[in-house]
């Protein structure tokens, strides 16, 4: 969360090429120090080096760079597909890391040997190190560096953007936009144990269930994204609050029951869509919201610190009112949550819409 916050002044100091990169670079050098399998005390570090190195370095710069590319006409669809693909690619690249995995072991898995494991885990590690490596060379090669009119727009480094867009009522409204989105994805943890606990699947196909949920999610970005640069992506936010609000309502009923599986995964599809599109939607609306460019990575940065606080609070509820009403009362409760929240990101996607308007038309009149 700290990170969160150094990393938006950063990304509107730096060039987010050069930014990008070095992240990219740290990162892959942190998988250097898990390959030696390192003492609990270290791992600790790793972890927080890692924290700095894939947010404070990379987040606001990755969101700046994306927003940039989108350019003013498809921001929509630039967020899109950022969500969408790199939703695609961990599905790939997690499937593809099994598989090697796999095949380093014998066939009888359980009868490896500690030793053996370790070492399987140690090439899959190395793997994906260097894979992060080759990135960060991809991207000081292919992504455009800036030009001389943005850099001369650039501020130098201050908090003057930071107070700027906090002083912005519409960057407040997509903080908590994002915050009543990311309660919903926070939620997708519990469509496996759903699928266990109330409709009595066994372990297989809950996990199974649960799976269906992350396809959704290349689908629903970016679609989401290219519908957004033509209805307004304010107006597909409102949409997609509205699916993921018909979707956990069902499963917060008591309608659902162990016989009425179709139903469930309906409700489940419905949701995920409304989730995933979210994600590809929430900063595409930034610039509905007038955020200046120059300011975009002070507005990532407090938008995130704010948004993502889901993170902190939302396993401990989901983790209580589960314990505190065992079974399907329990998840239903959970999904009460989610379906509040989801109602009231409908309702600031709404002011949101209102507030850009209000801005479009007090511009276009100083403009005449």
Not at 147 to 175: C, R
Request: proline fraction near 4%; glycine fraction near 8%; hydrophobic fraction near 55%.
């Amino acid at each position: 969360m700290v990170a969160y916050a150094l990393g938006g002044p950063l990304a509107d100091l730096f060039c987010p090429r050069k930014l990008l990169a070095i992240a990219l670079f740290s990162t892959s050098l942190g998988g250097i120090v898990l390959w030696q399998i390192p003492a609990l005390a270290t791992l600790k570090s790793l972890y927080a080096y890692w924290g700095f190195t894939t947010i404070a370095l990379l987040w606001s710069a990755l969101m700046r760079a994306t927003r940039q590319w989108g350019g003013r006409l498809a921001q929509g669809s630039a967020f899109g597909l950022l969500d969408g693909g790199r939703g695609l690619l961990t599905a790939v690249t997690a499937s593809c890391v099994v598989a090697i995995y796999a095949s380093l072991l014998p066939t009888d898995v359980e009868a490896a040997s500690l030793e053996v494991r370790a070492s399987a885990l140690q090439q899959v590690i190395l793997i994906l190190a260097g894979i992060t490596c080759v990135v960060a060379i991809l991207i000081l090669m292919l992504l455009p560096r800036r030009n001389a009119i943005e850099q001369a727009d650039n501020p130098k480094w201050s908090l003057h953007g930071t107070w700027q867009v906090a002083s912005m009522p519409a960057v407040w409204l997509q903080a908590f936009i994002i915050i009543c989105a990311y309660v919903g994805f926070k939620a997708t943890d519990d469509f496996s144990l759903y699928a266990k606990e109330v409709l009595q699947l066994n372990e297989v196909e809950a996990a199974r269930v649960g799976t269906y949920s992350l396809w959704m999610r290349p689908l629903a970005a970016i679609g989401a994204g290219f519908l957004a640069d033509r209805f307004g992506s304010g107006n597909m936010t409102v949409v997609s609050f509205a699916l993921l609000t018909a979707g956990t309502a069902a499963l917060a009923s008591d309608i659902l029951t162990a016989s009425m599986y179709v139903p469930y995964i309906a409700s489940m599809v419905c949701a995920s869509l409304g989730i995933f599109a979210l994600r590809g939607l929430y900063y595409a609306i930034m610039e509905e919201g007038k955020v200046p460019l120059a300011y975009t990575g002070s507005a990532v940065g407090l938008v995130s610190v704010t948004g993502y606080t889901p993170d902190i609070f939302m396993g401990p509820l989901m983790g209580y009112l589960l314990d505190s009403a065992p079974g399907a009362n329990g998840h239903r409760h959970v999904f009460i949550v989610v379906t509040i929240f989801s109602v009231a990101g409908a309702i600031a996607s709404l002011a949101f819409i209102k507030l850009s308007s209000s801005k479009n038309q007090n511009a276009a009149a100083s403009d005449c």
